[in-house]
């Protein structure tokens, strides 16, 4: 997967309007038995939109986390608490490339799931990766909403996030693709995402095109 900021290979935010049904279902047919797997930042929407691109394309919609929590009959925070990251991370990794060979599908990945060699591999083999991108306030707003977040159990949420989208923004962006998470209906990130993958999928290479970003 490569990076590439050309400007060649970007799509214009919100001019084409909803995908139609007959792009659509060639995007299905393009991917083939790959997976279309979200990444970004905790609070980024992965799970929000996801649910709602998988039932606009018609594929399964997977959260990866919801799986390793079925997968160790424990809650993340527990497993943190329990046996800390790094052993949820060894977990996370396995879980992933399992449900990586259940494609088609649109799959929801944690936060820091990217960051792995391992799960890059295993989706760049196995998928096309999405980097939904958002900034510091936006996730902030959504994510204090939610108390169950392990890495923000701590006197200053706001440093500790500004960290991690410091550290991990520049892995995210060696995704496929990325679209622009921000406070509109998420009706508009989805088809923002289904047209940036039509794009890649029907109008280039997934294999040598450059990331595009919307």
């Not at 396995?94 to 820091?112: C, D, F, N, S, Y």
């Not at 622009?180 to 890649?200: C, G, K, Q």
Request: proline share 5%.
């Amino acid at each position: 997967m490569k990076h590439n900021s050309d400007p060649k290979s970007a799509i214009a935010t919100g001019t084409g309007g909803a995908p139609s049904a007959s792009r659509m279902a060639r995007v299905v047919e393009a991917l083939g038995d790959r997976s279309i797997v979200l990444v970004g930042i905790m609070g980024s929407g992965k799970s929000t939109v996801g649910r709602r691109l998988a039932q606009k394309l018609g594929l399964r919609f997977i959260d990866a986390d919801t799986a390793i929590e079925q997968a160790a009959n424990m809650t993340i925070a527990e497993i943190f608490a329990t046996h800390g990251e790094p052993y949820f991370r060894s977990g996370e990794e396995r879980v992933i490339a399992r449900l990586l060979k259940e494609g088609p599908q649109v799959l929801a990945t944690g936060g820091g799931a990217f960051m792995s060699d391992a799960t890059r591999k295993a989706i760049s083999e196995h998928g096309i990766s999405v980097w939904l991108k958002a900034d510091l306030d936006t996730v902030m707003t959504r994510v204090r909403k939610k108390a169950t977040r392990p890495l923000l159990q701590n006197p200053d949420p706001d440093g500790t996030m500004r960290e991690l989208l410091t550290t991990r923004d520049p892995v995210y962006a060696t995704a496929d693709l990325s679209v622009h998470s921000r406070e509109v209906p998420h009706e508009v990130v989805m088809d923002e995402i289904i047209e940036a993958l039509a794009t890649r999928l029907l109008d280039g290479d997934i294999n040598t095109g450059p990331t595009q970003d919307i």
